[in-house]
């Protein structure tokens, strides 16, 4: 493809590549943790730290991605201490993140203009250095849910039987948070701050909602995102569109379609089934097979 020759477009499918599988494990365990804001609150932080960033004449990418990894630390901490209201730990983090961004690119003209690839994602924005800084996060990533895919299962369907059990759940979810933060910043140059949320959320909305167990779940979500952001990145170029929202855009079109189908088999499957109590009572047991594919080690 004639894209392809240039070298901006191949780092962006390198690092949409990238970001498109970690943002898509993420987001499986962020929905089912009930934690989906999250990563809009976190990227909210990060624009904080990039206005910071380029206000202080600091690389802006990486206060971004320093900022927003405190923010995770911050809100684990805030979360534990509204257990009854833990979505409170979500709405003070991102008052206090947009309220600083704001005021930062208040005071530098300059900084506000600067702002546009931050907020919905440029293709050219992308450069050697952040790309390193994602195949950084990747590799971390990949050692987190390896070492701690059992616990981390636990955790997200029961947290008090995983604290009964013993394991050390503060530290895992501190260490979760932690990784969120970085996915959120690194994934800025891609979608921008203002749709990172949609790369996290929407291929596991659409995972969740057709995969038969978790496992399969992590990995339709993984694809979903690729060809998500694959899609949206070629369109983007055709079509000279924000690459942040064409890829948001298409991610939300393979919802939709993805659960339309889904109904419709549905649909079909109860017609075919009715009368039939034996059918019916398979179809809830598979139902229910999401919760026990515990991940073999």
């Known amino acids: 493809m004639e894209m392809l020759h240039y070298d901006f477009m191949q780092r962006?499918?390198?690092?949409?590549?990238?970001?498109?599988?970690?943002?898509?494990?993420?987001?499986?365990y962020l929905m089912l943790r009930r934690q989906a804001l999250m990563a809009d609150m976190l990227s909210h932080v990060s624009l904080a730290g990039?206005?910071?960033?380029?206000?202080?004449?600091?690389?802006?990418?990486?206060?971004?991605?320093?900022?927003?990894?405190?923010?995770?630390?911050?809100?684990e901490y805030v979360r534990r201490s509204y257990k009854t209201y833990s979505e409170i730990s979500v709405a003070i983090i991102m008052v206090g993140g947009l309220s600083t961004a704001v005021i930062l690119m208040s005071l530098d003209q300059s900084v506000n203009k600067s702002f546009t690839s931050y907020l919905f994602g440029s293709v050219v924005a992308v450069d050697a250095t952040e790309l390193k800084l994602m195949f950084f996060v990747a590799v971390l990533a990949?050692?987190?849910?390896?070492?701690?895919?059992?616990?981390?299962?636990?955790?997200?369907?029961?947290?008090?039987?995983?604290?009964?059990?013993?394991?050390?759940?503060?530290?895992?979810?501190?260490?979760?948070?932690?990784?969120?933060?970085?996915?959120?910043?690194?994934?800025?140059?891609?979608?921008?701050?203002?749709?990172v949320s949609s790369l996290i959320v929407l291929p596991a909305a659409l995972a969740i909602r057709i995969a038969p167990s978790?496992?399969?779940?992590?990995?339709?979500?993984m694809g979903i995102g690729l060809v998500g952001v694959f899609t949206g990145l070629t369109a983007s170029y055709e079509?000279?569109?924000?690459?942040?929202?064409?890829?948001?855009?298409?991610l939300l079109l393979l919802l939709i379609v993805g659960t339309g189908i889904k109904r419709l088999v549905r649909k079909l499957a109860k017609l075919k089934s009715a009368g039939k109590p034996d059918d019916q009572a398979k179809i809830h047991e598979h139902a229910t097979n999401f919760t026990k594919d515990v991940p073999e080690q």
């Open 12 to 28: 962006a499918f390198y690092a949409g590549g990238i970001i498109a599988l970690l943002a898509s494990v993420l987001g499986v």
């Open 50 to 75: 990039v206005a910071g960033g380029a206000y202080l004449k600091l690389n802006p990418t990486l206060s971004g991605f320093a900022v927003a990894v405190l923010g995770a630390i911050i809100v």
């Open 142 to 195: 990949a050692l987190f849910f390896f070492f701690f895919r059992r616990p981390l299962y636990q955790i997200t369907f029961d947290e008090e039987t995983a604290k009964t059990n013993g394991l050390p759940v503060n530290w895992i979810s501190f260490g979760f948070s932690i990784l969120t933060g970085m996915v959120v910043a690194a994934a800025m140059p891609i979608v921008g701050v203002l749709l």
């Open 214 to 221: 978790f496992t399969t779940a992590i990995f339709l979500a």
């Open 239 to 250: 079509f000279s569109t924000p690459p942040g929202g064409t890829i948001a855009f298409a």
